[in-house]
Structure formats: structure tokens, C-alpha cells
Nanobody, 114 residues
Framework: VQLVESGGGLVQAGGSLRLSCAASGIFFSIFTMRWYRQAPGKQRELVATIFNSGGTSYADSVKGRFTMSRDNAKNTAYLHMNSLKPDDTAVYYC?????????WGQGTQVTVSA
């Protein structure tokens, strides 16, 4: 099983990024996919969830700015991030989970400058 995140980088406040999480080795369409983030000195926090039904949920801090989607044909989940703020600076991790099966990517750095 492998989850590979991409799309991170340095962006100015107010800008946008799209993160991708490419999965292999799992039956992607049945998994719940999540994006977490961890800023320096802080605990990892859940940012967004997309269920196998396509339903989504978001942390209050990103509602209205971030959108999570998935393309089951490409085994890929996305996080579209708009109106980025310096507080969004963190390493973003992709997670795939179903029942007792839980998998993580290596993370991608997002840095938002003021």
C-alpha cells in the first residue's frame, strides 16, 4: 500500500494550491480518505474527510476555503485550498482508512507567507 502526496509548496497569503494523494495497493473506492495537517509544535489535526459515498466534512478552520474531492478512476484524492492563510502552514498528510485498515502518506509541506 502506498499513498503519495504532491502539490505542496510556497504560496502567498490569499493564494491557492491543490494537493493530490495518489493511492496504490488498495481498493481505493471503498476507503474513506482524509487530509490531516501538522504545524511545527502542534498536534496533527484533521482537515477534511471524503467518504466512499462522496460526502465530505471539514474542520471549521477551513470551511468555505478548502474543498476535498476524489477521482476513483485515478485512485486519487485532492484537496483544493483557496484563500490560504499563514496559519495554514503545515505538513499535510493523506490518510486512507476502512475498518481496521489505516494508511498514511509521507506528507507534503505547505508554506503560506504573509
Amino acid at each position: 500500500v502506498q499513498l503519495v502526496e504532491s502539490g505542496g509548496g510556497l504560496v502567498q497569503a490569499g493564494g491557492s494550491l491543490r494537493l493530490s494523494c495518489a493511492a496504490s495497493g488498495i481498493f481505493f473506492s471503498i476507503f474513506t480518505m482524509r487530509w490531516y495537517r501538522q504545524a511545527p509544535g502542534k498536534q496533527r489535526e484533521l482537515v477534511a474527510t471524503i467518504f466512499n459515498s462522496g460526502g465530505t466534512s471539514y474542520a471549521d478552520s477551513v470551511k468555505g476555503r478548502f474543498t476535498m474531492s476524489r477521482d476513483n478512476a485515478k485512485n486519487t484524492a485532492y484537496l483544493h485550498m483557496n484563500s490560504l492563510k499563514p496559519d495554514d502552514t503545515a505538513v499535510y498528510y493523506c490518510n486512507a482508512a476502512i475498518r481496521s485498515s489505516d494508511h498514511w502518506g509521507q506528507g507534503t509541506q505547505v508554506t503560506v507567507s504573509a
